[in-house]
């Protein structure tokens, strides 16, 4: 429980130039032992950054797909290719079709070709212990289907499009001395029911740090604005800070904008993800 966790950041929408970006996420976590890889970016950029990195791939003891979206599960087919026995942990539905509504109907969902490697896939449901202190956290928060419908994403049922529940997406925590680190790379859910549901999965122990996108990020006339309100932000802030969480770092789809919000309300406490990052909680 002592041991310290590092992260890099195999892909970000952003980079100093040195490395490939593109909107999506990768993260390679590295904990007592064992190497963690979560999320596989849009493309199969995330690998060749590895590779510059003197990081290999193969080997992993585990991956995790955070939800069934394209910008973190496109890469996984290389992954795959490179080690066959590769094994990823999925929430049930991750592999069912998704669709968002902003600048247009279209499908996002892991592409058919890494769909198609279904028996590297360990599709599971409820809280799941993958390791000693790591953990798989899906949503147990009733009306998400609200921010589903709020924020223009769907899945399909039966032939329909219905407001998604994010069924499919999970958490992966780790219990340090410290208190709880949480990975959550999109938050769809908000980041305060994450939290909450974090602590009651892990006999209600504090969060300690924060990693991920918080989803909002958006676009107005072809420039990129903040979705939150300054209520909603404020709102955002409180729950971290009354949870007294020390480390956030974020990136993806918080955006710019949302990023320097935060900043300004939270502080040194706020960190950049951006690709080619190596940071240690």
């Known amino acids: 429980m002592n041991e310290k966790i590092q992260v890099t950041v195999l892909i970000e929408n952003t980079s100093d130039g040195s490395l490939a970006c593109e909107h999506g996420l990768s993260l390679l976590i590295e904990h007592a032992g064992r190497r963690i890889l979560l999320d596989a970016g849009s493309s199969e950029a995330f690998c060749d950054n590895a590779d510059a990195l003197g990081i290999s791939l193969t080997g992993l003891d585990a991956c995790v797909l955070s939800h069934g979206h394209y910008d973190h599960s496109a890469g996984f087919e290389r992954v795959f290719l490179r080690d066959p026995s590769a094994k990823v942990y999925a929430q049930k539905g991750a592999l069912d079709i998704y669709i968002s509504m902003n600048g247009g109907m279209h499908e996002i969902s892991v592409p058919q070709n890494v769909a198609a490697h279904r028996d590297n896939f360990l599709l599971v449901s409820g809280i799941r212990e993958i390791f000693p202190d790591t953990f798989l956290v899906p949503h147990n928060t009733g009306g998400l289907a609200r921010i589903g419908e709020k924020k223009g994403l769907y899945k399909s049922r ?79 802030c409180d729950a971290f800070l009354q949870e007294g969480i020390a480390q956030i770092y974020t990136g993806h789809c918080t955006g710019a904008p949302g990023f320097e919000a935060l900043q300004r309300r939270l502080g040194d406490r706020v960190h950049r993800l951006t690709t080619g990052l190596r940071f240690e909680i």
């Not at 997406?169 to 938050?187: P, Y």
Request: glycine content about 10%; proline content about 1%.
């Open 158 to 236: 039966n032939g329909q499009n219905v407001p998604d529940d994010f069924a499919h997406e999970q958490s992966l925590v780790i219990d340090t001395e410290n208190g709880l680190v949480v990975f959550n790379s999109c938050s769809h859910a908000g980041a305060a029911n994450i939290i909450r549901e974090a602590r009651e999965a892990c006999g209600r122990k504090q969060v300690f740090a924060y990693v991920g996108g918080l989803h909002m990020k958006g676009k107005e006339k072809g420039r990129e604005i903040c979705t939150f309100s300054e209520a909603e932000i404020d709102a955002l």
